[in-house]
């Protein structure tokens, strides 16, 4: 499905992640500035990848399980060194595999975010919070590890930490996008709490505006997805101080658009609730000032 190239020059390949990284709308940012170029690029190639997977689950209008089949074979053969593909729609994998190369990044990692959109294929309910953490330890965690090899750390503690900055993340995105998922007839509010809440996802969720019931239990979800940012939130303070504007500004980022979904009363149905494009670049230029000091608080 993907056709190859050998020796392909990887340079046009990082310019098509940085304009990906640019043309998308995320909570966070993805390409900081006064980062040195290659750690730059080399995020633009983990966000490029994430991006193309998640589209590939998400959008492909044909077979997605196939597609992410032979997405996942591209992705092992461009880590492996045994090819290089590109084509039009995804010239992205010559970026990737020297991104990899040079961070020395698991392939687990990559592949765990492909297994979380084959998952989302088949898997469209979860029992409990424990199945929800479970599907992060595929959809998030992955990539906050992929960052931290970037930025040069392979550290147990620091990867536990960056864990529950990325659960904090993913529940963000989830509660901000209840109707997008549930047009793709996936429900990632928790049955079990459905249920103390009196939440019938499938009654619920095709509504134009949030019931009481749904409100109350979105902002339940919304405080338990402050918590995972609150024990994330000291990872930043074991980074170098160049490092820490950008690790702090994701969970700023994922912070604010808990802000926002608060601020219209839970209901995520009526629209979604997204972070000024200013509002996101004030974030990231405080951080910056405040870089040099530790211990600086999340919940301001």
Not at 16 to 21: H, I, R, T, V
Not at 43 to 58: E, I, K, Q
Not at 236 to 250: G, K, Q
């Amino acid at each position: 499905m993907i056709p190859a190239t050998r020796g392909t020059d990887a340079r046009p390949a990082f310019a098509a992640c940085a304009a990906l990284a640019r043309d998308h709308y995320e909570n966070f940012p993805v390409r900081a500035p006064l980062l040195p170029r290659e750690v730059r690029d080399d995020l633009a190639a983990v966000y490029a990848f994430c991006r193309t997977t998640d589209d590939l689950g998400d959008d492909y209008p044909g077979d997605r399980l196939a597609a992410l089949a032979a997405w996942e074979e591209a992705v092992r053969e461009a880590l492996d060194g045994r090819r290089e593909p590109l084509d039009d729609g995804a010239p992205f994998l010559a970026a990737l595999a020297t991104t990899a190369r040079r961070r020395a990044i698991p392939a687990e990692l990559f592949l765990r975010v492909v297994e979380a959109n084959r998952r989302d294929q088949t898997i469209r309910r979860h029992a409990d919070d424990a199945a929800l953490l479970e599907y992060c330890s595929f959809s998030a965690t992955p990539v906050g590890r992929m960052v931290l090899r970037v930025l040069g750390h392979d550290d147990a503690r620091l990867d536990e930490l960056s864990d529950a900055t990325c659960v904090g993340l993913q529940l963000a995105n989830f509660w901000q996008d209840l109707a997008r998922d549930w047009a793709q007839g996936r429900c990632y509010l928790p049955l079990d709490a459905c249920r103390r809440h009196g939440v019938e996802p499938e009654r619920e969720l095709g509504r134009d505006r949030a019931s009481e019931r749904l409100r109350a239990l979105v902002a339940d979800r919304v405080a338990d997805a402050r918590g995972w940012l609150l024990r994330g939130w000291p990872l930043a303070d074991h980074l170098p101080v160049r490092w820490r504007p950008l690790v702090r500004s994701f969970s700023r980022g994922g912070w604010a658009i808990l802000d926002t979904i608060e601020a219209k009363g839970f209901d995520t149905l009526a629209s979604r609730p997204v972070v000024p494009r200013r509002r996101r670049r004030a974030i990231l230029a405080l951080e910056l000032l405040r870089a040099p000091r530790r211990g600086v608080p999340l919940a301001r």
